[in-house]
């Protein structure tokens, strides 16, 4: 067992959540509701379809609720057709292959979304799993979706680092055991530190990044 770096997919590996913004604004919308960008970062980003439709929609049925959130998806894919990877990204993948340190993805995006995306950037291959938050018992903030990339890369939490930039992410990666390194895509510095990221950077080019990286890695669980 070592450790192994888990990446949040939105807003982390690329900075795309102001399309998934701009999906769910305009479909919750048709049913009166108004999504800004403060109730987006509190209550939409990262967070689970369920949940996020409880929070904005509860009155819809089951069925309502799920054809909103397909086309959301829909919507939102035909949004994401030129994408780039985050600053620094594959210079920092590049540093952890020659530490020979295995990655990979943990979110809640749908299936569809997360190839598309990753293909988009370039890396539909480089990671080695890819483990969707909906295809689990449960997904984000809850511990289960870590712990799973945990198991197939054969990771230990407590020298592992995960990367988010949610808030229900921070949360799942905290209670899985992971240190968190948050992205500033979304929120604050302040506000990913208060969360508990034990590190908030702008980018992967960060010189703080690497170190802080290093050290979790090479920490020996208790």
Known sequence: MSGVLLFDLDGT???IDHLHYEAWRQQVAIHGVELDQHRYRTQVMGFPNHTILADLVPGLSSEQGAALVEAK???????????????GLVDFLDWADGLGTRYG?????PRPNAEQELAGIGMAKRFETVVIGDEL?????????????????????ANS????????????ALAAGLAVVGLTTGLSAERLIAEGAGLAV????????????????????A
Do not use: Q
């Open 73 to 87: 998806e829909v919507l939102f894919r035909s949004l994401a057709t030129d994408l780039v990877p985050a600053a």
């Open 202 to 221: 702008p980018h992967f080019d960060d010189p703080r990044l690497r170190p802080f990286v290093a050290a979790c890695l090479e920490s020996v669980p």
């Open 161 to 172: 680092v995960a990367f988010e930039d949610s808030i229900s992410g921070i949360r799942a």
């Open 13 to 15: 590996l690329l900075d």
């Open 105 to 109: 993805v943990v979110t809640n995006a």
């Open 137 to 157: 018992a449960h997904a984000k903030p809850h511990p289960l979706p870590y712990l799973t990339g945990l198991d197939r890369l054969g990771g230990t939490a």
